[in-house]
T-cell receptor
């Protein structure tokens, strides 16, 4: 079992729809959770971080964390073609220990 | 401009020829890290450093060396590169406890390495 699992996609959604990206992790000691966006040929950039159970909203983005189910998700509302990228889930035990990334989900927003 | 820089950005080399990829950050971050990214395998951590002279292995350290003699620099050394080290490499830095956003990583632009 991989430590951090994501569906590689591609996930295709029409412009204006909600895109839902999911990630599960195996280490119950995980404390910090991140979503990074990576455009083709570019470096990852942070979209959201979440540390406690529940929802965290930032503009069109909402991260959801459920530590009991070892599940973290990212919702993108009103999806735009510019959101087309690969979204990477990253998990760490906190205090900057080893960071584990999922393989990423490729999102395609269709105009 | 606050940034992480890597050099070179592209490198083609031959098996066994020692090389160094440099990484530098100007944000006074405590933590630095190296990753490699391969299709189907995602980003995998090679080494990370919590402070000057403090480093630890990530998931795939074999064939790599690092050093952290100064806070701003974290070079990646391949002493005897092999074709299976052909990959896209990213350096990243993290503020650390003093920076507020303890765990957020800032990535460099990447170095595409080909070993023939």
């Amino acid at each position: 079992q991989k430590e951090v699992e994501q569906n590689s996609g591609p996930l295709s959604v029409p412009e204006g729809a909600i895109a839902s990206l999911n990630c599960t992790y195996s280490d119950r000691g995980s404390q910090s959770f991140f979503w990074y966006r990576q455009y083709s040929g570019k470096s990852p950039e942070l979209i959201m971080s979440i540390y406690s159970n529940g929802d965290k909203e930032d503009g069109r983005f909402t991260a959801q964390l459920n530590k009991a189910s070892q599940y973290v998700s990212l919702l993108i509302r009103d999806s735009q073609p510019s959101d087309s990228a690969t979204y990477l889930c990253a998990v760490t035990r906190g205090g900057y220990q080893k960071v584990t990334f999922g393989i990423g989900t490729k999102l395609q927003v269709i105009p | 401009e606050a940034q992480v820089t890597q050099n070179p950005r592209y490198l083609i080399t031959v098996t066994g020829k020692k090389l160094t990829v440099t990484c530098s950050q100007n944000m006074n971050h405590e933590y630095m890290s190296w990753y490699r990214q391969d299709p189907g395998l995602g980003l995998r951590q090679i080494y990370y450093s919590m402070n000057v002279e403090v480093t630890d292995k990530g998931d795939v350290p074999e064939g790599y060396k690092v050093s952290r003699k100064e806070k701003r620099n974290f070079p990646l050394i391949l002493e005897s590169p092999s074709p299976n080290q052909t990959s896209l490499y990213f350096c990243a830095s993290t503020p650390g406890l003093a920076g507020g956003y303890e765990d957020e990583q800032f990535f460099g632009p990447g170095t595409r390495l080909t070993v023939l």
